[in-house]
Nanobody, 128 residues
């Protein structure tokens, strides 16, 4: 099992920045990648970014490229999401999720189906 805990959300104005953290504990060695997803009211959960625990590969949704940066601190088992130039449309609950290397069928890293473990989420609200 891998436990995930998000932090760093809040209420900011358009153009501001926030840094989200996702701290992982438990059998983190059983995971190869961590993703960030977000879900706004009335909308489906959507992919934001993903990173391999090695930090060797990163993936970004087009809507956040150039504004968001994902990074990993393996010593702390923590993944960070630096969000700059925030827009009102970034308002959502942000979830981090970890996959499992034990799966025989591995969905694309950009899809929720890839991930087995999920955090409870942290609210990000961007006012205009």
């Amino acid at each position: 099992q891998v436990q995930l805990g998000e932090s760093g959300g809040g209420l900011v104005q358009a153009g501001d920045s926030l840094r989200l953290s996702c701290a992982a504990s438990g059998r983190t060695f059983s995971s190869s990648a961590l993703g960030w997803f977000r879900q706004a009211p009335g909308k489906e959960r959507e992919f934001v970014v993903a990173i391999t625990w090695s930090g060797g590969a990163t993936y970004y949704a087009d809507s956040v490229k150039g504004r968001f940066t994902v990074s990993v601190d393996n010593a702390k088992n923590t993944v960070y999401l630096q969000m700059n130039s925030l827009k009102p449309e970034d308002t959502a609950v942000y979830y981090c999720a970890a996959d499992s290397v034990r799966r025989t069928v591995v969905p694309d890293i950009r899809t929720p189906a890839r991930y087995v473990y999920w955090g409870l989420g942290t609210q990000v609200t961007v006012s205009s």
